[in-house]
T-cell receptor, first 110, second 115 residues
Framework: QKEVEQNSGPLSVPEGAIASLNCTYSDRVSQSFFWYRQYSGKSPELIMSIYSNGDKEDGRFTAQLNKASQYVSLLIRDSQPSDSATYLCAVLGGDYKLSFGAGTTVTVRA | DAGVIQSPRHEVTEMGQEVTLRCKPISGHNSLFWYRQTMMRGLELLIYFNNNVPIDDSGMPEDRFSAKMPNASFSTLKIQPSEPRDSAVYFC?????????????FGPGTRLLVL
């Protein structure tokens, strides 16, 4: 079973601040990495995918990947109350199975 | 376009009863996944199909659980007999597997409560 570990949280940040979420994984052959956002009582929705080392930016979200360190992170800039949710890190194995972390709950204080 | 469709959205049943959950994947997708989510165990993959064929069912907890995909547009997850510990949210997800780009799209989930 592949291991995906996330900073446990919960994470509380003031509106306008940067929220930083971290994830480590154990399977060295993993090549595809995803961040899902899940609002309370809703299903996970994809917000970012990253496949190469470095940074990938999409609006206020930046994903960072370091395969050598087996580390992937998500930064949320200018955090808004609507960003309050649980963020799930997911890692795709060579068998096309996604392994999910336990999630980090983010609360943005207005 | 319609996303992944699941039914029922909520199910309350008594221990020992049979429960059938249904899923319609996104049209054109070739892979379908069944997940279970609980507070204690998080999001767990139960089984996945590729081109209607079960590929990996190692996550199915026990023989009480079974899943079928008779065609590309329909899948069922059945629990017989159900037990209180099966209470969870069950998600179906689908994807189009093309190399690394295998984004999975989740349905709204079925909230199951077994009394």
């Amino acid at each position: 079973q592949k291991e995906v570990e996330q900073n446990s949280g919960p994470l509380s940040v003031p509106e306008g601040a940067i929220a930083s979420l971290n994830c480590t994984y154990s399977d060295r052959v993993s090549q595809s990495f995803f961040w899902y956002r899940q609002y309370s009582g809703k299903s996970p929705e994809l917000i970012m995918s990253i496949y190469s080392n470095g940074d990938k930016e999409d609006g206020r979200f930046t994903a960072q990947l370091n395969k050598a360190s087996q580390y992937v992170s998500l930064l949320i800039r200018d955090s808004q109350p609507s960003d309050s949710a649980t963020y799930l890190c997911a890692v795709l194995g060579g068998d096309y199975k996604l392994s999910f972390g336990a999630g980090t709950t983010v609360t943005v204080r207005a | 376009d319609a996303g992944v469709i699941q039914s029922p959205r909520h199910e309350v049943t008594e221990m020992g009863q049979e429960v059938t959950l249904r899923c319609k994947p996104i049209s054109g997708h070739n892979s379908l996944f069944w997940y279970r989510q609980t507070m204690m165990r998080g999001l767990e993959l139960l089984i996945y199909f590729n081109n209607n064929v079960p590929i990996d069912d190692s996550g199915m907890p026990e023989d009480r659980f079974s899943a079928k995909m008779p065609n590309a547009s329909f899948s069922t997850l059945k629990i017989q007999p159900s037990e209180p510990r099966d209470s969870a949210v069950y998600f179906c997800a689908s994807s189009l597997q093309t190399g690394q780009a295998v984004t999975q799209y989740f349905g709204p989930g079925t909230r199951l409560l077994v009394l």
